[in-house]
């Protein structure tokens, strides 16, 4: 199985799926992973959650690190693990799952808003931690003063980021990002992995002309 490390060092972006029905879920997540996506979350407010991270880790997806978003307490946190989920995301810091997540042996990212919370979540076992919601937080300028002082803590900016806002968050020293709908679209809902795929291609070449020039 493909770690989280090894995914964000393939491309460091988190695919966020969140959607109202499941039809086309499958179809969304094969397509991220034919396009280079190599980390995906798939939130546990998605109808048929559990299902598709048991479809993908059993052997639908290749090489992909898929996680489970949205985890709220210690029952969802087993039951996404007990599905497959690779790691666990939450919106907040929140200690039952964070500390479910050490018990099982499963990556956790919290999402934290203030520095205080950033610290919190990390001293309390967070692999890295989701700066939620980035966009509102001040965006790549957020996320480099709060590194200043805190350089130690991998930080993944997640809310309100675009494809083209990418490299300026990498730029600003963020481990990767997390990107829902300026992604995924509607994919998830009418079908169109062609529009999907175009958007992730663009999201992958952007990121890698940004490995190339520097």
């Given amino acids: 199985m493909t770690t989280l490390d090894e995914a964000l060092a393939a491309l460091p972006v988190i695919a966020i799926i969140r959607a109202a029905g499941s039809r086309h879920l499958n179809s969304a997540l094969e397509t991220l992973a034919d396009t280079g996506v190599r980390a995906m979350e798939i939130t546990m407010t998605t109808p048929g959650a559990a299902e598709a991270i048991r479809w993908a880790t059993g052997g639908g997806l290749q090489g ?32 039952e799952v964070i500390g479910e997540a050490r018990r099982l042996g499963v990556p956790v990212l919290p999402g934290a808003f203030t520095p205080t919370e950033i610290v919190q ?8 931690v989701k700066v939620f919601p980035a966009g509102a937080a001040g965006g790549p300028g957020y996320v480099k003063d709060v590194r200043a002082p805190l350089p130690q803590i991998p930080l993944v900016p997640t809310g309100g980021i675009r494809i083209e806002d990418v ?48």
């Fill in 64 to 95: 992909v690190a898929v996680g489970a978003g949205t985890v709220l307490d210690a029952a969802s946190a087993r039951q996404a693990v007990d599905a497959g989920a690779g790691y666990l995301i939450t919106p907040a810091v929140l200690p």
């Fill in 121 to 128: 979540a990390w001293s309390q076992g967070a692999a890295l």
């Fill in 167 to 214: 490299p300026g968050y990498l730029q600003a020293g963020a481990r990767a990002v997390g990107m829902g709908s300026p992604l995924l679209g509607d994919a998830c809902a009418d079908g169109d992995t062609a529009a999907l795929a175009a958007r992730a291609k663009r999201l992958v070449e952007i990121v890698g002309r940004r490995g190339s020039d520097g």
